[in-house]
């Protein structure tokens, strides 16, 4: 059936396709040129995580690694070793927090979207409203009064104080919202017509018709949550309960640090590692094209 | 809804129609009950941890603060001193502006352009999503060592090396320093680093596109790809747009990260100052709250009326 679909649309643009043949080539090359342009200073990362000292400090300076080496690793280890806690803890701490902000991020605003969206329940516009206005809000100053809330809450270095201020994210519900008010109210009814709870309604049909914008949303908040500076800085007294970024400030150890300049380049690549590994992983379902490729082109 | 007005409109006895349409929201909230239960765990954390914090930081603009004795009201001054005798805060505002609307619109355009054609493809598309994606997800602190060695002002600099390399330059340029190029350079880098946030999302919107209107234009006469484009997809994507513009107005009004890291703080004859620097180095140097609040705020009224303007532009005219 896919097979005549798409013998179908190719007698209909076949036509055109020949002459399109050089234009698209031209495509191909600008988008690759832009592609290798953007992603130049990701792969000179990788470059310098691998690069022994003396390439390091190079002139001219080398953009490809030539002689790679494993030792700006082993120092970032054993520096580590130095320092009063082990690097896995930082490592243990950034994913506990990123992973837990993350699902609960993501369930508690695509519940709250989906009831703003499609139950339009009395005051839910006005609830829009607010966090859309919340959202242009300066956050550096929220920060004070927002310490001192949850400084009276008792949650100060501990865990909650990392997770629970990302959790009501105004970015996150609008986000969702704007994805989840086109979807069709008829299906929704059809659910339940059908006998389903709106517990099911919303597992059932409204989380996989929105898989592009949740996994969407999972990408963002793993990566601003993981990348994260300012809020451990603040909310974190103990050196246990530091994450990665503070930890790589440590390492980089302010302006004019040669001595570790190797291991912090191997700290940013470690750094990266985690949120490119995750991007490919959810990518698929933000780029879901199999089911009506062969219609659409 | 029509019939509870007609009662209201014979008014015979006048404490009836505010009796019935109280009675008219308690059996809404009702029928409703769901769906505040649903809203519950994301209104009790937004209304503590966020709508909270900004209303103190709204009272603490009309203060003195020093975070030490408590703040003490002193009205309008805060506001007074900072639009009428803080010159340092009118060039932060110039070059926030400067910077807003190159970057908003570009990177927003830019943005849907770059989703919109990689859609298209049929070969790598993951391959060139990851690469177009690929400065969004590094850390803006270590990517931020990396763009300084491209921007040194040294002749170890790349772009320094490479432009005496070719003869275009003949000593090495301090870019982050001069202030010809300063803000500049802070808008390519950001540019370079946030092209992502709004792709994916725009990618996300060109997904649930329906394809079944695709088909339904064809038969209504639609040929080629950009009357595709200007006919179906813009306006299905209309909710994507709105996202995506009020995120570009709120991420241009506050740069703050990029220009501390490849400018300092304070920047060299405060090139690179921006509103949000003004409002770190009141906030968290010199330690007066209030002053800072009263920062954030006129941000926020900047900010909002340029949100307004997007909303106008792209609203669906829902609930908003």
């Known amino acids: ?297 | 809804m029509g019939q509870v007005r007609g009662g209201l409109a014979v008014g015979a006895r006048p404490w009836v129609a505010p009796l019935q349409e109280l009675a008219r929201l308690r059996a809404q909230v009702r029928r409703h009950r769901v769906a505040y239960f649903f809203m519950a765990p994301f209104v009790a954390v937004f209304f503590l941890l966020t709508l909270a914090p900004v209303l103190v930081a709204t009272y603490l603009s009309f203060t003195y603060f020093n975070l030490l004795q408590p703040p003490t009201w002193i009205g309008w001054s805060n506001y007074r001193a900072l639009l009428l005798d803080d010159d340092i805060f009118l060039i932060g505002v110039r070059n926030t502006l400067f910077f807003a609307f190159i970057y908003g619109p570009v990177s927003f355009m830019a943005s849907f352009t770059l989703a919109w054609l990689i859609n298209q493809l049929r070969r790598l598309r993951a391959f060139y999503t990851l690469a177009m994606y690929a400065p969004s997800i590094v850390s803006s602190i270590a990517i931020s060592v990396i763009w300084l060695y491209f921007l040194a002002g040294d002749r170890y600099g790349l772009i320094n090396y490479l432009l005496m390399r070719v003869g275009i330059l003949e000593e090495p340029f301090l870019w982050l320093r001069d202030p010809r190029t300063t803000m500049p350079s802070i808008v390519v880098v950001a540019l370079w680093m946030s092209l992502g946030n709004q792709f994916l999302v725009f990618l996300a919107g060109l997904q649930n596109v329906d394809p079944q209107l695709y088909e339904a234009a064809a038969i209504d006469g639609v040929r080629n790809r950009l009357q595709e484009l200007w006919y179906v997809t813009i306006p299905v994507m209309k909710p994507q747009f709105l996202f995506a513009s009020v995120n570009a107005v709120v991420a241009s009004f506050s740069v703050f990260d990029i220009a501390v890291a490849l400018a300092g703080l304070p920047s060299h004859l405060y090139a690179g100052h921006t509103i949000v620097t003004h409002l770190y180095d009141y906030a968290f140097i010199r330690f007066e709250m209030g002053y800072a609040a009263a920062i954030a705020v006129i941000l926020f009224l900047l900010t909002f009326a340029t949100g307004r303007l997007a909303f106008r532009l792209f609203s669906t005219g829902g609930a908003y």
């Open chain 1, 1 to 297: 059936m896919i097979r005549a679909a798409m013998t179908a649309t190719a007698t209909v643009k076949g036509a055109g396709r020949r002459r399109l043949d050089w234009g698209r080539a031209v495509f191909y090359v600008l988008l690759t040129a832009l592609a290798a342009f953007m992603a130049l200073p990701l792969i000179f990362m990788v470059n310098q995580a691998f690069k022994p000292a003396e390439e390091l400090f190079l002139f001219p300076p080398r953009f490809f690694v030539r002689n790679p080496t494993l030792k700006n690793f082993h120092d970032l280890l054993m520096s580590a070793d130095t320092m009063l806690v082990p690097f896995s803890r930082y490592v243990f701490n950034s994913l506990l927090v990123t992973v837990s902000t993350v699902l609960l991020t993501v369930i508690s605003a695509s519940l709250a979207a989906y009831a703003v969206a499609k139950h339009r329940a009395p005051g839910s516009g006005w609830l829009f409203t607010l966090v859309v206005s919340a959202l242009m809000f300066a956050p550096h100053v929220t920060q004070i009064p927002r310490y001192m809330i949850v400084n009276s809450l008792g949650l100060v270095d501990t865990y909650w104080a990392l997770i629970l201020p990302a959790l009501a994210s105004p970015y996150a519900l609008f986000l969702m919202k704007q994805f989840i008010e086109p979807l069709p109210d008829a299906l929704l009814e059809a659910a339940k017509v059908d006998g389903a709870s709106e517990w099911r309604i919303f597992w059932q049909v409204v989380m996989p018709m929105a898989r592009p914008a949740w996994a969407t949303l999972t990408i963002l908040t793993f990566i601003t949550t993981w990348n994260d500076f300012f809020t451990p800085l603040i909310f974190t007294q103990s050196e246990v309960m530091k994450t990665l970024p503070l930890a790589l400030i440590t390492i980089y150890g302010g302006p004019g640090q040669v001595a570790r300049y190797g291991a912090s380049q191997a700290a940013t690549f470690l750094m990266t590692v985690p949120t490119i590994a995750l991007f490919i992983l959810m990518q698929r379902r933000v780029i879901q094209t199999m089911a009506y490729s062969g219609i659409k082109s």
